[in-house]
């Protein structure tokens, strides 16, 4: 079952908050918030900064979100790595995040690394 996760930037802690997404946009209220909520946190965060999890992980294990900026790793020639960036989207035609998906019998040159987040580099955050 695919799991429903999100992360948000905190507008007053200023870190990343995990869990779920919770967007207060009744017209009847006062303030309109952007929230991410777990049993750790009830957190406003940036509404612009919020991403979902896309069930996949980078080379080391670490949990790729939407807007995560990732190096790729499409193979080598004559051991060179075959290199490039791509920022994390969800493509609406295709319903699926834009992750390249490599078969199961390729080898250790095909991966992909988590070296930012576009949020992050738009707004000059260094988080991690």
């Known amino acids: 079952m695919r799991e429903y996760r999100f992360?948000?930037?905190?507008?007053d802690l200023r870190h990343w908050c995990?869990?779920?997404?919770?967007?207060?946009?009744?017209?009847?209220?006062?303030?309109?918030?952007?929230?991410?909520?777990?049993?750790?946190c009830n957190?406003?965060?940036?509404?612009?900064?919020?991403?979902?999890?896309?069930?996949?992980?980078?080379?080391d294990g670490n949990e790729?979100?939407?807007g995560d900026i990732l190096e790729?790793?499409?193979?080598?020639?004559n051991g060179v790595p075959l290199l490039s960036r791509i920022v994390v989207r969800w493509n609406e035609q295709l319903s699926c995040f834009n992750?390249?998906?490599?078969?199961?019998?390729?080898d250790s040159t095909h991966w992909y690394q988590i070296v930012g987040n576009s949020w992050?580099?738009?707004?000059?955050k260094n988080s991690k």
């Open 7 to 11: 992360r948000g930037f905190g507008i």
């Open 18 to 40: 995990y869990g779920s997404l919770l967007i207060d946009d009744d017209p009847s209220h006062v303030t309109h918030e952007t929230r991410i909520v777990s049993f750790r």
């Open 43 to 59: 957190i406003r965060v940036r509404p612009e900064s919020v991403g979902q999890f896309t069930g996949h992980t980078d080379r």
């Open 64 to 66: 790729i979100y939407e």
């Open 72 to 77: 790729v790793c499409n193979g080598s020639i």
């Open 99 to 106: 992750i390249p998906v490599f078969s199961a019998h390729v």
């Open 120 to 124: 992050e580099e738009a707004c000059g």
